[in-house]
C-alpha cells in the first residue's frame, strides 16, 4: 500500500516513499506475501513443495524477465533520470538509508486506488482473517445435505 500511494506510472521516474530504498517495493511485497502466508498456512506440501517452486519462479523468471522488460521501457521513456535511478536503489534488496536523490511527493490514497490495490488489500485482509479463525479453533459447519 505505500508504494502503491507513491506509483504515479509512466508519468516520472517515481522514488518517493518506498522507492527510495528498493525500485520494485510492489514486487517485494508480493514476495513477501507468498512467504508470509506459506510460512503461516503451516503445511508441509506448501512450505517444501509450492513456497521453493514459487521462489524458484519468482527468482528465475520473473524478476529477470520484468527487470529486462520494465527497465528498458523506463530507460527509452526517461533516460538518464532512469539511468541515474537504476544505478543507486536496488531491485529487490532494500537500501538501509533512502537514495539521496529521491523526491519527496507524498503519499496519496488516491493512488492506491487508481493503481488497482484495493483488491490485493482486500484479500490480504481475507487470508488473514482465514488464518486467524483457524488458529481461534473455527471449523465450518459440516453440509448435511438431503
Same mark, same amino acid.
Given at each position: 500500500?505505500?508504494?502503491?500511494?507513491?506509483l504515479?506510472? =509512466?508519468? *516520472?521516474?517515481?522514488?518517493? %516513499? #518506498?522507492?527510495?530504498?528498493?525500485?520494485?517495493?510492489?514486487?517485494?511485497?508480493?514476495?513477501?506475501?507468498?512467504?508470509?502466508?506459506?510460512? *503461516?498456512?503451516? =503445511?508441509? &506440501?506448501?512450505?517444501? %513443495?509450492?513456497? #521453493?517452486?514459487?521462489?524458484?519462479? /519468482?527468482?528465475?523468471?520473473?524478476? #529477470?524477465?520484468? @527487470?529486462?522488460?520494465?527497465?528498458?521501457?523506463?530507460?527509452r !521513456?526517461?533516460? @538518464?533520470? /532512469?539511468e541515474?535511478?537504476?544505478?543507486?536503489?536496488?531491485?529487490? /534488496? #532494500?537500501?538501509?538509508?533512502?537514495?539521496?536523490?529521491?523526491?519527496?511527493?507524498?503519499?496519496?490514497?488516491?493512488?492506491?486506488?487508481?493503481?488497482? @490495490? &484495493?483488491?490485493?488489500?482486500?484479500?490480504?485482509?481475507?487470508?488473514?482473517? &482465514?488464518? /486467524?479463525? !483457524?488458529?481461534?479453533?473455527w471449523?465450518?459447519?459440516p453440509?448435511?445435505?438431503?
Amino acid at each position: 500500500m505505500w508504494g502503491c500511494g507513491h506509483l504515479r506510472k =509512466n508519468q *516520472a521516474v517515481i522514488s518517493s %516513499g #518506498p522507492y527510495a530504498h528498493v525500485r520494485n517495493p510492489l514486487y517485494l511485497g508480493t514476495l513477501l506475501l507468498l512467504v508470509g502466508f506459506c510460512v *503461516a498456512a503451516g =503445511n508441509r &506440501v506448501v512450505l517444501y %513443495g509450492l513456497l #521453493p517452486a514459487g521462489l524458484a519462479a /519468482f527468482f528465475l523468471y520473473y524478476t #529477470p524477465k520484468k @527487470e529486462r522488460v520494465e527497465s528498458d521501457r523506463l530507460r527509452r !521513456r526517461f533516460g @538518464e533520470a /532512469f539511468e541515474t535511478y537504476h544505478a543507486a536503489v536496488p531491485g529487490y /534488496f #532494500p537500501r538501509p538509508t533512502p537514495w539521496k536523490g529521491r523526491t519527496d511527493a507524498p503519499w496519496s490514497a488516491v493512488l492506491v486506488v487508481e493503481n488497482s @490495490e &484495493v483488491e490485493t488489500a482486500v484479500l490480504v485482509l481475507l487470508g488473514l482473517a &482465514v488464518l /486467524f479463525a !483457524r488458529d481461534a479453533g473455527w471449523r465450518p459447519i459440516p453440509f448435511a445435505g438431503g
